[in-house]
């Protein structure tokens, strides 16, 4: 069974920058879309950013110009986190999306410190 890991997480002093890194265990074939989330216990799951196969990315409203999102060819995705703050502390998560199914990651921790 495939699945994705992610990598990258830590502490961080606020303005600081951590990269976050998610592979798959296997191969997925016909990958629609990749996208990182976050959620912080009790909270709901908030969309950070997404990428498609053409290179079109879209940003969560609270993340625009401070991360970004890439990915490579061998189907890994990443997430650039700069000028982190405090409200960044979170649970990330990485996700597929393909026509055999959703693909979640076990999350990564991130937490910012003042």
């Known amino acids: 069974q495939v699945q994705l890991v992610e990598s990258g997480g830590g502490l961080v002093q606020a303005g600081g920058s951590l990269r976050l890194s998610c592979a798959a265990s296997?191969?997925?074939?016909?990958?629609?879309?990749m996208a990182w989330y976050r959620q912080a216990q009790g909270k709901q799951r908030e969309f950070v950013a997404g990428?498609?196969?053409?290179?079109?990315t879209r940003y969560g409203d609270s993340v625009r110009g401070r991360f970004t999102i890439s990915r490579d060819n061998a189907n890994r995705v990443f997430l650039q986190m700069n000028s982190l703050q405090l409200e960044d502390t979170d649970v990330y998560y990485c996700?597929?999306?393909?026509?055999?199914?959703?693909?979640w990651g076990q999350g990564t921790q991130v937490n910012v410190s003042e």
């Open positions: 996700s597929f999306v393909s026509p055999g199914g959703d693909y």
């Open positions: 296997g191969r997925i074939s016909g990958i629609k879309s």
């Open positions: 990428i498609i196969p053409n290179g079109t």
